[in-house]
């Protein structure tokens, strides 16, 4: 028998565009001349599962933490990305020439059984010592006027093409003061991760496509290098990203998205010092 990985994603960055988190695991006995049709089906299973859950537990959550760093202070998370992996739907494929049984495993980020609702129960299981949930739900955000209009925009856009930008499965929006403005986790509970309220595109395109420029808000905002998984809204647009934001949370089901467009292949390199000038 041999097992091995594989995935269908280059890295992080393309889970998030995609909103799916694909693996492949593989299994057969391709020197023996009978083997187990089924046993080497539920090898390759198995062994799918083992890189879907590695991917998992490496991806950003939030600023300064992956999913690893929750996993191991509070065991509900285990329980239930134990749950999600086993009800993901899987495909099998035939064995090829050589022998080799593969089976693909795919998890949705956003939705009724996904990675996100998935941290959202296990974060309403608080350990003795962590009363507060590692998500923004006991937040209320920024004070708004509660007279005013509903925003007349059904887009935000991000553009942080031009930082260094990470992006998570909980990302954050603050204003210049420091106090939260938005994050997934503020939409009420029942409609809660029913879609993504928050996208990630690598073109500009992208982002405005299938709705007119009328429908489309660009807010100005900053990435701090030391948060890049953080946006900061600037205060001359902080006023109309804190009204769009508070529709969604009232009404989470109404056609409304953030969509922040980043540069994958902007990494920030370590470890160097810039070049001395004559």
Not at 100 to 115: A, P, T, Y
Not at 248 to 253: M, R
């Amino acid at each position: 028998m041999i097992s091995g990985a594989a995935s269908a994603n280059s890295g992080s960055s393309n889970v998030f565009v995609t909103q799916k988190l694909e693996a492949v695991g593989i299994a057969g006995s391709p020197w023996e001349t009978a083997t187990s049709y089924e046993e080497e089906r539920t090898r390759a299973y198995l062994d799918a599962l083992n890189h879907a859950y590695e991917q998992i537990i490496n991806l950003p959550l939030m600023d300064k933490k992956e999913v690893k760093h929750i996993v191991q202070s509070n065991r509900a998370f285990k329980e239930r990305i134990g749950f999600l992996l086993m009800t993901s739907p899987k495909t099998f494929y035939q064995t090829d020439l050589n022998g080799i049984n593969r089976c693909k495993i795919e998890i949705d980020l956003s939705g009724k059984n996904s990675l996100r609702s998935t941290f959202y129960l296990a974060a309403m299981r608080p350990q003795p010592m962590q009363p507060v949930s590692f998500l923004a739900s006991w937040s209320a955000g920024i004070a708004i006027d509660k007279e005013a209009e509903p925003s007349k925009y059904k887009r935000v856009i991000i553009d942080a093409r031009k930082f260094y930008f990470e992006p998570s499965l909980f990302p954050r929006f603050f204003d210049r003061k420091g106090m939260l403005v938005f994050q997934e986790a503020m939409i009420p509970e029942t409609e809660r991760f029913s879609r993504p309220a928050v996208r990630f595109v690598t073109s500009i395109e992208k982002a405005r496509e299938g709705l007119a420029p009328s429908q489309i808000f660009t807010a100005d905002s900053i990435i701090d290098e030391l948060h890049p998984r953080d946006v900061v809204i600037n205060p001359t647009d902080i006023t109309e990203f804190a009204i769009f934001c508070n529709d969604i949370v009232k009404t989470p089901l109404k056609e409304r998205e953030i969509v922040v467009v980043f540069e994958p292949d902007n990494f920030k390199e370590y470890g160097k010092m810039k070049k001395t000038e004559e």
